[in-house]
């Protein structure tokens, strides 16, 4: 394909993008979770306009775009009053959850640096459950990360992060509530632990950040998590998330410039000018900045509320209907608006209920260790939980009455990956199927015909191969927890 020889009608191209539109996921219908965030049609209205209206401004320059400037600075001061900031607390818009915290783990790298400049090395220490993000930042910027235990709970293991630090740790790190399970780990009692230490700490609240708050505030007990733990020196959370932005926007936000200056860049001998970047990206687009202006004001306390209410009745019916279908239950204990459930022992094959569900029209969220489906409900939920529950036990019993649904589909593809106890293995599978996507000509691969050694180590061996993973996982997994 090229760019065609003589531009195309406006009318004409919207109407081809609308219809290219219809193949996506109906994420409005209610049937997705975790990568939309649905405020209803007049709210989706006013993120379009606000983010029209500055889709060409570039905050590169905060001197030439000072509206967008402005905005970034109201933004990240509501967002320092909603978590319990100091008057000295500051912070910046970046792009999102993962702009946020590379821009965190870089900062807490220089600051270690400059603080202890015979150290190499630099580790940070974090549950298992942490986002991938950090193994990006850690990947990308040479540090180690010490992986702590959780508990049944799903809550990170205290003395577990005490043990993990040494005279290499720059940072902590918790999240409030960690993605999978929707589990707010032990922020005080970790908090204790960093001023002990004379170690910061970062909150990961990337999707918390801005429901909890209204969840507190709607009575449900929170356990702190936010600027009132002493211990805390920074807090990421996702305006695109619970902030019912459009896409594109987070905040990271410090206890002080003491703690943000670190994330500041300045090249001073470009030919083109001196250089000055507060966060990871250089052109910072303006219609993400502006659209989640507008979501804080259009919204305002009540709208928050209003959807955060709708959230936890959603959330709690499906909380309270996963129990009561025979063979599953709740994994983690998540109070709040994110839900897992997996199989209780014995229980039917959870990717086999995967697929049901899918066949019936939901997006569904898979997950390993333990296998489970996660739901990150929104306002958009309420109306679908009970047909999400029924749904469900539909699925599951048509599971349990046919127990080899478990080996067709993708489901025996995810049950192995998640099993394999090679990782280096899974990972050459996966980057392989992101080589056939990126291929010249591609566009989406079908993942179950991949040419894998994942795919192809279930081509020759089966089911009868997860009895020997099954053992060696239960071995190292013994070995792990002594
Ligand atoms: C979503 C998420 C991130 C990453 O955010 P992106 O916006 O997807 O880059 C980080 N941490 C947690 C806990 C998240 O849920």
């Not at 902590?172 to 170690?199: N, T």
């Not at 896409?247 to 001196?274: C, E, N, Y």
């Not at 309270?320 to 599953?328: F, K, T």
């Amino acid at each position: 394909m090229k760019i065609p020889a003589k531009g195309r009608a406006p009318d004409e191209l919207l109407g081809e993008l609308a219809s290219m539109k219809q193949a996506d996921a109906d994420w409005k219908g209610g049937r997705v979770f975790s990568l939309v965030y649905h405020a209803g049609d007049d709210h989706t209205r006013l993120l379009e306009r606000a983010h029209a209206l500055y889709a060409s401004g570039n905050l590169l320059n905060p001197m030439a775009f000072q509206s967008l400037r402005r905005m970034e600075a109201e933004i990240t001061q509501m967002t320092a009053a909603l978590f319990h900031g100091p008057p000295e607390a500051v912070g910046a818009v970046t792009s999102g959850g993962t702009e946020s915290l590379l821009v965190a783990v870089a900062a807490y790298r220089d600051r270690a640096r400059k603080q202890r400049r015979w150290m190499r090395s630099p580790e940070i220490v974090l549950p298992r459950t942490a986002h991938p993000a950090f193994d990006k930042a850690a990947h990308y910027f040479g540090i180690r990360l010490r992986k702590v235990e959780v508990d049944a709970g799903q809550r990170v293991d205290v003395a577990g992060v005490e043990r993990a630090i040494n005279a290499r740790t720059i940072a902590l790190v918790v999240s409030a509530p960690q993605y999978p399970h929707g589990v707010i780990d032990p922020v005080e009692e970790v908090g204790m632990i960093a001023e002990r230490h004379g170690l910061p700490l970062h909150v990961d609240a990337c999707i918390g950040g801005f429901a909890l708050p209204w969840v507190e505030r709607l009575g449900r007990p929170v356990p702190r998590w936010d600027f009132r733990v002493p211990g805390v020196t920074s807090i990421s959370a996702d305006l695109h998330k619970y902030g019912y932005a459009g896409k594109g926007a987070s905040v990271l936000m410090w206890r002080s410039m003491a703690d943000m200056k670190h994330q500041f860049f300045v090249a001073t001998d470009f030919p083109g000018g001196i250089y000055a970047s507060p966060t990871l990206i250089g052109t910072r687009p303006g219609g993400p900045i502006a659209a989640a202006w507008a979501a804080f004001q259009g919204l305002g306390e009540d709208g928050f509320l209003r959807l955060t209410q709708l959230t936890l009745d959603a959330a709690d019916r499906v909380r309270a209907g996963i129990p009561q279908i025979p063979g599953l239950r709740l994994i983690g204990d998540s109070f709040g608006t994110i839900v897992a459930w997996g199989a209780a022992p014995g229980g039917p094959d959870v990717y086999a209920i995967a697929d049901r569900l899918e066949a019936r029209g939901w997006s569904v969220d898979r997950m390993q260790h333990p296998a489970a489906i996660h739901l990150t409900c929104t306002a958009n939920h309420a109306a679908i939980a009970d047909q999400y529950v029924a749904d469900v036990a539909a699925c599951a019993a048509e599971v349990v009455a046919n127990p080899t649904l478990g080996r067709s589909g993708t489901a025996p593809m995810y049950g192995m990956i998640a099993k394999v106890p090679v990782r280096a293995m899974v990972k050459r599978s996966v980057m392989k199927v992101l080589e056939t996507m990126y291929a010249p000509g591609a566009i989406v691969p079908d993942v179950t015909s991949a040419d894998d050694p994942v795919s192809k180590l279930l081509e020759r061996y089966g089911p009868q191969v997860d009895a020997v993973f099954d053992k060696v996982n239960a071995l190292r997994e013994r070995l792990r927890r002594r």
